[in-house]
């Protein structure tokens, strides 16, 4: 397992391509490039690509600040890599993006090339779906908090990571450590800690659990996560909700949960039923959770919201809520805030506060 501290060059000649460089792919390839590895960043905004090439990339809040030599190519430009074949392909795009994020990518492969999936939701079945289950790996970012809200540059809202509390956690589908994933996390170790793990789907379902509670609630409401870790009203009585709704499906489906912002899933579970010793013990965790951000900030659904973008809800809240269904876990608050962002990206609702009284 690779818990070093970034900073240290390990840079290898593996070509590691991106696809997806705004907030979480913008900063793994711009630290990785920082630290010296061969990295071509690969995305479709235009004005961000163009940026990047004449600027470098911005990256701010490290902490500190710095320029990566970062390599950004565009959509069109994909196709000059025939020439230098990926060894390992990372996408970090959208959920509703990742058939054909895998498929652009799959013919520029080398021989022993691999995908990895570093987005919300679980997405591994759909890219082993384009590529096969043997060039198929994950990796669960745990609490990154990065942003990209104008082109070439990133920040991060969060402290970095520890050998405790890695940010990047990277497995196999099987379980077994490979000598992929452990140099995949000693590579990714240059960006923040990282360890391989052995339970991907129980990680990545305790991750899933983490996205969901704030998700759908700062998508309907259009709210920052203040209304969540700070106010005890109704998001932070919904929020509790999601995280015991989640905690039972996963459940019900044979993973393991581990720790949801650092506290013991079976806390979670008591305080969304009301147990009021667990309650006080949730809302002073999500307090200190709070405390390690360096601003006020919305969830990814949040601000594709806020954005007029398409969101991710349907492949986090509403994942819950199709899991649920299936193992026979009622999950009210996932599927009414699923309906809810759903109508706002359609345009038939726009968000709001009042858009979640009457939840759970």
Known sequence: MATTAPGGSKAS??????????????????????AGFNVTGIDPWCEHVESIKAHGLQLSNLPGSATAPLRAIHIHEVQGLIRTP????????????????????????????????MQNGINEDKIASVV??????????????VFCDRPGHVR?????GSAIHPVFRVGEAHGRVTERATELAEILSSADHSKVTTDLWGERWSKLTANTITH???????????VIYAERGT?????????????????ALGFGIGMVYAMDP????????????????????????????????????GRDVARGRRSEVAFTNGLVAEKGQEAGIPTPAHA?????????DRGELRPHRDNIEGIG
């Open 266 to 301: 079976d806390v979670w579970v008591q305080a969304a039923s009301g147990e009021s010793a667990a309650l006080e013990h949730v809302r002073s965790g999500m307090e200190a959770w709070f405390a390690r951000h360096t601003e006020h900030s919305q969830s990814s659904v």
């Open 235 to 251: 998001a932070h009585r919904l929020a509790i909700q999601c995280a015991g709704e989640a905690i039972a499906v996963g459940r």
């Open 156 to 160: 991060r809202i969060r402290e970095p």
């Open 13 to 34: 000649t593996k070509h590691i391509a991106v696809m997806g460089i705004g907030a979480v792919g913008g900063f793994v390839s711009g630290q990785l490039a920082r």
């Open 216 to 226: 759908g609630l700062l998508g309907a409401t259009g709210l920052d996560n203040r």
């Open 336 to 344: 009414a805030l699923t309906s809810i962002v759903a109508r706002i």
């Open 86 to 117: 990926i060894d390992i392909a990372i996408i970090c795009t959208k959920s509703f993006d990742t058939e054909w994020a895998a498929t652009m990518l799959r013919q520029y492969l080398s021989p022993r090339g691999y995908v990895v999936s």
């Open 132 to 145: 096969g289950w043997g060039r198929t790996v994950g990796c669960i970012i745990s609490t990154i908090g």
